[in-house]
């Protein structure tokens, strides 16, 4: 698939010595939804402002759809939509004017059919004529969105969309995103919450201290890393895991009322046949088995923790 941005060798380091981001490579592809995951303070915002022109990198260089990020910062920036975190909109303007005006910004005719469009796509042609500081918290965001796709990018970022919605506004936008893309709309998101990132992406990047970790397909990321988990409820709950059992690695869980086993799916030997055969000669009986998939979260988790360790050893 065609890249429609090209990160090479970008990095930030502040005139105080501070650097937030590590040299990056990192090509995004033609109408995909890219997740980039971390937790608070791991450099997203700080790598899509530099892709959008709003912080100079230290290093490196940016292409978008072929132009020069840096040197021809006014034709790449128009193909950019940008959400921000924060609200940044006149609070005394209605919500119509606010989105014309965003458009006109971008040097585009005006087109009230497409701003219609726009508008009550995110349920917000009813409150057009309100002023934006008449608005709930989520309509705001919304407003946000908005202003960002007033002008049709081909690209649209989104920092934390869905910080601080309820989780029913984070469904309506889960799904606006998938019709965006639908159309064609590339999207790049950046996100803490694990599920946002397992609902919609079709590729993760995790970034973690300014350093981009991995990037990989969702799907394939889920079958290389993800694990299964057994969880084996017990007849009678045990206050130690017995030493019988050290081969299987076991923790307890439910006050000692279950034994939980995490175990490689894609493993030829999976050791669940040994282990049952091993709780039947120590005879621990067991009432029932539930296995299932580990999530994005326990991925995601791990990747960091193993990272950190390795960057301390």
Not at 195 to 202: G, K
Not at 213 to 221: F, G, N, P, R, S
Not at 280 to 297: P, V, W
Request: proline share 3%; net charge negative; with cysteine.
């Amino acid at each position: 698939m065609d890249s429609i941005i090209s990160v090479a060798g970008v990095a930030k380091t502040y005139d105080t010595g501070f650097r937030a981001l590590d040299p990056v490579d990192l090509d995004i592809r033609k109408g995909e939804i890219f997740a980039l995951l971390g937790p608070n303070g791991a450099g997203k915002t700080t790598l899509i402002s530099i892709i959008c022109g709003i912080v100079r990198p230290s290093a490196g260089t940016i292409t978008v759809m072929g132009h020069d990020a840096i040197g021809d910062f006014r034709a790449a920036r128009r193909l950019i939509g940008l959400v921000p975190q924060e609200l940044s909109v006149d609070m005394f303007e209605t919500v119509l004017a606010t989105v014309k005006f965003s458009r006109r910004l971008f040097g585009k005719a005006a087109d009230d059919g497409y701003i219609e469009q726009v508008l009550k796509d995110l349920s917000l042609w009813d409150k057009r004529k309100s002023k934006v500081a008449e608005l709930s918290g989520g309509m705001k965001r919304r407003v946000l969105i908005a202003k960002a796709l007033s002008h049709e990018p081909e690209i649209l970022f989104l920092d934390e969309p869905t910080a601080g919605v309820d989780v029913a506004l984070r469904r309506d936008m889960w799904k606006l995103v998938h019709r965006l893309r639908e159309k064609g709309t590339t999207i790049i998101l950046t996100t803490h919450y694990i599920e946002e990132a397992e609902e919609m992406a079709d590729r993760v990047g995790v970034i973690d201290k300014g350093r981009l970790i991995l990037v990989e397909d969702k799907a394939v990321l889920m079958r290389k890393l993800g694990k299964r988990r057994m969880l084996i409820s017990l007849q009678e709950p045990m206050a130690e895991v017995p030493a019988g059992l050290a081969e299987w690695h076991l923790e307890l869980a439910d006050e000692g009322r279950q034994l939980l086993y995490l175990f490689d799916a894609q493993a030829e030997r999976t050791g669940i046949p040994s282990l049952l055969r091993k709780l039947n000669e120590l005879h621990i009986g067991f009432k029932d088995l539930e296995t299932s998939k580990s999530s994005l979260e326990d991925i995601f988790v791990d990747l960091v923790a193993n990272d950190r360790a390795e960057q301390a050893a």
